[in-house]
């Protein structure tokens, strides 16, 4: 039958659906049914990096019933390969490691954000920093990318709502995002991944040097992939972020 919807009512549908893991990124659509009446449409298409969670907990369909996942943390870390003799890899800190203890003792695990005015950054609008595992880092880089870049709008035939589309595919973003995570050099203390939009760009940076022979010129010629660290890769590719460990990039 519908009903009256708000923007805070899509305010609070975007809030709960900002507690899903990795990021998905619905079409929402108001759809108008008669005088002040609303219909809610959300289509969500079937994502690659599964499993996802929900406020970080990973459920399961089951007939009518939706059952909770169980986990075993030993069990996943040690399937990821990132135990051994019962002692933790330093990869297993950066990638699940908790916040408190990262900004104490690896304060390299860091993200830095900004939106400038302008071309340069003589300005900014914005600038922030946060720390804590990359996931929580990479989902933190999106939904900043997401609050802070414009949304074009046109309008569709036979459509009551218009269509909103981003200036940058989500899909693109996230493999940014998820390569400088991935590959940048966690030895240097200082180090951190850095995004920045002007009003002509998005430049999304890490701390490192290029490995393995590789030069800018290389990189843009097709080349194997050697990831600088190969378990996090490792990590990443399971969780569907990133593509098959060791292809050849074009």
Not at 181 to 209: M, N, P, Q
Request: hydrophobic fraction near 40%.
């Amino acid at each position: 039958m519908g009903q009256q919807v708000s923007d805070r009512t899509l305010e609070e549908i975007v809030q709960e659906i900002q507690q899903i893991e990795p990021s998905i990124f619905p079409q929402i659509d108001r759809i108008h049914i008669k005088q002040g009446q609303r219909v809610i449409s959300l289509v969500v298409s079937a994502g690659p990096n599964r499993p996802y969670s929900y406020r970080g907990q990973a459920w399961k369909r089951v007939g009518n019933t939706s059952l909770k996942m169980s986990r075993d943390p030993l069990e996943l870390l040690r399937g990821f390969g990132l135990l051994r003799n019962n002692q933790l890899f330093r990869a297993a800190v950066v990638l699940f490691g908790r916040q408190e203890r990262l900004e104490a003792e690896y304060p390299q695990c860091l993200l830095r954000v900004a939106k400038f005015k302008g071309t340069d950054k003589t300005e900014f609008i914005d600038n922030r920093q946060f720390s804590g595992n990359v996931f929580r880092l990479l989902n933190l880089a999106e939904q900043f990318l997401r609050e802070s870049l414009p949304i074009a709008g046109r309008v569709v035939p036979h459509l009551f709502e218009r269509a909103d589309d981003p200036l940058y595919p989500p899909i693109a973003l996230r493999e940014a995002l998820a390569n400088a995570f991935c590959h940048r050099d966690y030895s240097i203390g200082g180090g951190s991944v850095g995004v920045a939009i002007y009003d002509d760009r998005l430049e999304i940076s890490s701390s490192g040097t290029l490995h393995f022979g590789l030069t800018p010129q290389k990189l843009l010629e097709p080349h194997e992939s050697l990831p600088w660290n190969p378990m996090m890769a490792r990590v990443f590719h399971r969780r569907g972020i990133i593509r098959i460990v060791g292809a050849r990039n074009h």
